[in-house]
């Protein structure tokens, strides 16, 4: 009979541990951090336990989302899918220095499947742009 209540209970335990969502690694590269105006940047996520990918573009240098404030010098963004890109195009129409951030997260039950409520971890990375 204890063997049988072992059993059952390795068998919860693997079931928790399974079912538990992990923090994403969050990381992306850019094929360049200097460019011209109006000049073609990609960035790539290289994230690791992520379902779901926000990009997001500022003036100046950040560090987090800052909510409300992207900058409307970004022009021809990709256009977005429904759990986000893993992959940006993207360009700036004016000089400065910008930060482009993703914000990964890893919602469990996977997007589009996530509901309100629903557990996750999310993370940010950041690249800054030199627009000459």
Same mark, same amino acid.
């Given at each position: 009979?204890?063997?049988?209540?072992?059993?059952?209970?390795?068998?919860?335990?693997?079931?928790?541990?399974?079912? #538990?969502?992990?923090?994403?690694?969050? $990381?992306?590269?850019?094929?360049?951090?200097?460019?011209?105006? /109006?000049?073609? !940047?990609?960035?790539?996520?290289?994230?690791?336990?992520? /379902?779901?990918?926000?990009?997001?573009?500022?003036?100046?240098?950040?560090?987090?989302?800052?909510?409300?404030?992207?900058?409307?010098?970004?022009?021809? !963004?990709?256009?977005?899918?429904? #759990?986000?890109?893993?992959?940006?195009? %993207?360009? %700036?129409? $004016?000089?400065? @220095?910008?930060?482009?951030?993703?914000?990964? #997260?890893?919602?469990?039950?996977?997007?589009?499947?996530?509901?309100?409520? @629903?557990?996750?971890?999310?993370?940010?990375?950041?690249? !800054?742009? @030199?627009?000459?």
């Amino acid at each position: 009979m204890k063997s049988i209540h072992l059993i059952i209970a390795a068998l919860v335990l693997v079931f928790v541990i399974s079912s #538990c969502t992990k923090k994403p690694e969050v $990381s992306f590269t850019v094929n360049k951090t200097t460019a011209a105006v /109006n000049e073609e !940047i990609t960035a790539t996520s290289t994230s690791t336990d992520a /379902n779901e990918y926000s990009w997001f573009f500022y003036e100046g240098i950040v560090a987090s989302v800052q909510e409300g404030s992207s900058t409307s010098h970004v022009t021809e !963004i990709t256009e977005w899918k429904e #759990c986000g890109n893993t992959t940006m195009t %993207f360009k %700036f129409d $004016s000089v400065g @220095t910008y930060t482009v951030l993703l914000k990964a #997260c890893n919602w469990r039950g996977g997007c589009p499947f996530k509901e309100s409520g @629903t557990s996750g971890f999310c993370d940010e990375a950041t690249e !800054i742009i @030199t627009i000459q």
